[in-house]
């Protein structure tokens, strides 16, 4: 979802999902990332009381909608908060934009209000600072509802591809529809599928 922005982008995310494109196996920037997730993860834990989490979580109402937001916590009052982790050798002024549309896919699936997104910084591989640096991402129900928009297209994208046949047509809701089921956040509730 982070790199859907386009048509074209449609069209080459259905073409990965369908072996049509090129593979990223990874590098030794994801490897260095996969390594330090750990250590960065149990610092989020101590600091901020989100829980470290693989699991893959789907939405309750689009069963097609998936996410694995790095960390997880239900509040006492029922709001569902998240944690993104990333490791980089840039000095961020601001949070790329690839990373904050993953950030409101994880929302959207979880019915989450907020995500502590944090980052680590490193010079060849070797940590800068002591501490990790981090920033809330508040939900936004108009990002949210272009990303689930693009998803819907690439949904019907790769139905055509695998059957040939023209997605079925399913009744849009009103605008004042559209709002009340953003309202209701709880509708959106993710449950685990499998840690």
Known sequence: MAGLTSDISIKRAADSKLGAGPRFAGNAYTEHGR??????AAWVSSTHGIHPSSALFRA????????TPDGVVQQS????????????????????RTYLR??????????AERTLF????????R?????PKSVWIDRDDREIAQLVGMATRLIDELYHRT????PPEQALP???ARREALRERDAFRALALMD
């Not at 309750?60 to 996410?67: C, D």
């Open 174 to 176: 009103d605008a004042a």
């Open 102 to 111: 993953q950030v409101w896919w994880q929302q959207h699936v979880l019915g």
């Open 163 to 166: 059957t040939g046949q023209r």
């Open 118 to 125: 944090v980052w680590e910084e490193h010079d060849n591989f």
């Open 127 to 131: 940590v800068i600072h002591d501490e």
């Open 60 to 67: 309750e109402i689009e069963q097609r909608h998936l996410a």
């Open 35 to 40: 390594r330090r997730e750990p250590a960065i």
């Open 77 to 96: 009052d029922g709001r569902i908060l998240l944690a993104e982790i990333k490791t980089t050798n840039k000095s961020w002024r601001t949070i790329p």
